[in-house]
C-alpha cells in the first residue's frame, strides 16, 4: 500500500499531470545536445525519448488491458522509430503523456495490470508513473538550471517505494538471506516518518536463474537497534535513493559499517 499520512490517499493521477508538464515545458526549449548532469549518457533529447517511451509502453499497458508477460513483449514491436527532430520527440511524448493520463483515469485502481512488482493492479502503475514523472522532471530542470520544489508527501512516498519495492525484499523461503549489518533508521525531517533497514545479502534460485544481491529488509518508525541513523528532509532523502542532487544536507550518524553496508545496497540496485 502507498506511504500516506493523514489527508487521504496521494493524488498520484494530479502529480503525474503536474511533473510531466513541467518536463514538456522545461525540455521543449533546452538546447538538444545539452547535457543532462544526473544521467551524463544523456542528452536533452535522449531525457524527452525516453520518458515519451516509458510513458508509451504502461499507456500501451493500461489501453489495451495487459496481464500477459509474452504479449507485452511483442508491444514492443509496434513502437514508433525515434523522431529525428525536437518537435517529432515533442509529438510524440504529447500523445505518450495523454494516453497513458487518460487510461489510468479511466481504469478503477484494483485493475490488473502486467507489472514487474507484486502489485500487478493499475493502481500501482499510476504511483510508478508518478514517481517517474517526478524524478525525470528533475532531471530536465537540472538540465537546465531551473529547479523546482518536490511535493513533500510524494517524496515520502517515494522513499517508501524505493526502500520497500525497489530495493527491499520480502523474506521468501526458497531465499537464504543474511544480515551484512546491523539496522540504519532512514528518518525525514519534514515528513514525521522513519524506516529502518536492516541491509540483506540474498542468494538462491529465483525463476530459474542463481541470485546474489543485496537488498533491504524494511520495517516503519525508528529501532532501538539501529546503530545508524540517515536523516534529512523527505525531498532530499528521495533524491539520494535515486542517485540525484540534493538541495539540503544528509546527515548521517553513528557506525561506520553500518552505513556502508547501506551505500553497498543502493549501488548494487537499481541506477
Same mark, same amino acid.
Given at each position: 500500500?502507498? *506511504?500516506?499520512?493523514?489527508?487521504?490517499?496521494?493524488?498520484?493521477?494530479?502529480?503525474?499531470?503536474?511533473?510531466?508538464?513541467? *518536463?514538456?515545458?522545461?525540455?521543449?526549449?533546452?538546447?538538444?545536445?545539452?547535457?543532462?548532469?544526473?544521467c551524463p549518457e544523456w542528452d536533452a533529447d535522449d531525457l524527452l525519448w525516453h520518458l515519451g517511451g516509458v510513458q508509451w509502453f504502461w499507456g500501451e499497458i493500461a489501453e489495451? !488491458?495487459?496481464?500477459?508477460?509474452?504479449?507485452?513483449?511483442?508491444?514492443?514491436?509496434?513502437?514508433?522509430?525515434?523522431?529525428?527532430?525536437?518537435?517529432?520527440?515533442?509529438? *510524440?511524448?504529447?500523445?505518450? =503523456?495523454?494516453?497513458?493520463?487518460?487510461?489510468?483515469?479511466?481504469?478503477?485502481?484494483?485493475?490488473?495490470?502486467?507489472?514487474?512488482?507484486?502489485?500487478?493492479?493499475?493502481?500501482?502503475?499510476?504511483?510508478?508513473?508518478?514517481?517517474?514523472?517526478?524524478?525525470?522532471?528533475?532531471?530536465?530542470?537540472?538540465?537546465?538550471?531551473?529547479?523546482?520544489?518536490?511535493?513533500?508527501?510524494?517524496?515520502?512516498? !517515494?522513499?517508501?517505494?524505493?526502500?520497500?519495492?525497489?530495493?527491499?525484499?520480502?523474506?521468501?523461503?526458497?531465499?537464504?538471506?543474511?544480515?551484512?549489518?546491523?539496522?540504519?533508521?532512514?528518518?525525514?525531517?519534514?515528513?514525521?516518518?522513519?524506516?529502518?533497514?536492516?541491509?540483506v545479502r540474498i542468494t538462491g534460485t529465483w525463476n530459474g536463474r542463481e541470485i546474489d544481491v543485496q537488498r533491504f529488509l524494511v520495517r516503519d518508525g525508528p529501532d532501538a537497534?539501529?546503530?545508524?541513523?540517515?536523516?534529512?528532509?523527505?525531498?532530499?532523502?528521495?533524491?539520494?535513493?535515486?542517485?540525484?542532487?540534493?538541495?539540503?544536507?544528509?546527515?548521517?550518524?553513528?557506525?561506520?559499517?553500518?552505513?556502508?553496508?547501506?551505500?553497498?545496497?543502493?549501488?548494487? =540496485?537499481?541506477?
Amino acid at each position: 500500500m502507498p *506511504f500516506s499520512r493523514s489527508g487521504g490517499p496521494l493524488p498520484f493521477l494530479d502529480h503525474l499531470a503536474a511533473d510531466s508538464a513541467r *518536463f514538456r515545458e522545461v525540455l521543449a526549449t533546452a538546447p538538444a545536445d545539452a547535457r543532462v548532469p544526473s544521467c551524463p549518457e544523456w542528452d536533452a533529447d535522449d531525457l524527452l525519448w525516453h520518458l515519451g517511451g516509458v510513458q508509451w509502453f504502461w499507456g500501451e499497458i493500461a489501453e489495451r !488491458g495487459l496481464t500477459d508477460e509474452d504479449e507485452v513483449d511483442a508491444m514492443n514491436d509496434t513502437r514508433e522509430e525515434r523522431p529525428s527532430d525536437r518537435a517529432g520527440l515533442l509529438a *510524440f511524448f504529447d500523445r505518450a =503523456s495523454e494516453r497513458l493520463q487518460r487510461q489510468l483515469a479511466a481504469l478503477p485502481p484494483q485493475t490488473p495490470l502486467w507489472m514487474w512488482s507484486d502489485d500487478k493492479s493499475a493502481g500501482y502503475i499510476r504511483r510508478r508513473q508518478a514517481h517517474e514523472a517526478l524524478i525525470h522532471r528533475l532531471d530536465a530542470e537540472l538540465t537546465v538550471g531551473a529547479r523546482t520544489p518536490i511535493d513533500c508527501r510524494l517524496a515520502a512516498d !517515494g522513499i517508501d517505494e524505493a526502500l520497500r519495492i525497489m530495493r527491499g525484499h520480502e523474506p521468501d523461503p526458497d531465499l537464504t538471506h543474511v544480515p551484512v549489518s546491523t539496522p540504519v533508521t532512514i528518518a525525514t525531517v519534514d515528513a514525521m516518518h522513519a524506516w529502518t533497514v536492516t541491509p540483506v545479502r540474498i542468494t538462491g534460485t529465483w525463476n530459474g536463474r542463481e541470485i546474489d544481491v543485496q537488498r533491504f529488509l524494511v520495517r516503519d518508525g525508528p529501532d532501538a537497534a539501529a546503530t545508524a541513523e540517515i536523516s534529512g528532509s523527505a525531498a532530499d532523502i528521495d533524491c539520494w535513493l535515486w542517485n540525484r542532487p540534493t538541495e539540503g544536507e544528509i546527515v548521517r550518524d553513528g557506525d561506520a559499517a553500518a552505513l556502508s553496508a547501506v551505500d553497498a545496497v543502493l549501488a548494487d =540496485s537499481i541506477d
